[in-house]
């Protein structure tokens, strides 16, 4: 694997696994890539809930909106040009604002591989 930039128009957004809500992703680099995480964006639709028990390592960076991540009776909100980490594991609760949101996210090892080996 060489070098390489992405923007958000190289993902082919859909809907996220498993959730009926307007929440979407797209994968840029993945396992058919050979490497080792997983690199993508995501799209959510102003006031969106996702309820997810986290099965890789998940980085999320926040481009546009805000989001909120609750776990474990605390939560933490973000907006541009901040991260939020989720270890694998933990239980959380993703929520969109107002605005909606855009994120990128890295996940170690290979979200798909894992949602595979959860079914």
């Known amino acids: 694997m060489k070098v390489r930039k992405f923007a958000i128009s190289d993902a082919s957004l859909e809907r996220s696994p498993g959730q009926d809500g307007e929440i979407f992703a797209g ?5 058919r890539h050979g490497g080792p ?6 799209r959510y639709a102003p006031n969106q809930t ?10 999320m960076i926040v481009l546009e909106g805000k989001l ?4 474990q009776g605390s ?8 991260i939020v980490y989720m270890p694998k594991g933990e239980t959380v609760t993703i929520r969109s604002h107002e605005q909606g949101a855009v994120t990128a996210y890295v996940t170690y090892p290979h979200w798909q591989e894992a949602d595979d080996e959860a079914a």
């Not at 994968?27 to 396992?31: A, F, K, L, T």
């Not at 995480?37 to 995501?42: L, Q, R």
């Not at 909120?68 to 776990?71: A, G």
Request: charged share 20%; hydrophobic share 40%; proline share 3%.
């Open 27 to 31: 994968n840029v680099i993945d396992q």
């Open 37 to 42: 995480v997983t690199i993508g964006f995501g």
């Open 50 to 59: 996702l309820e997810e028990t986290i099965k890789v390592d998940d980085v």
């Open 68 to 71: 909120s991540v609750m776990s």
């Open 75 to 82: 939560t933490v909100t973000a907006g541009p040009h901040e």
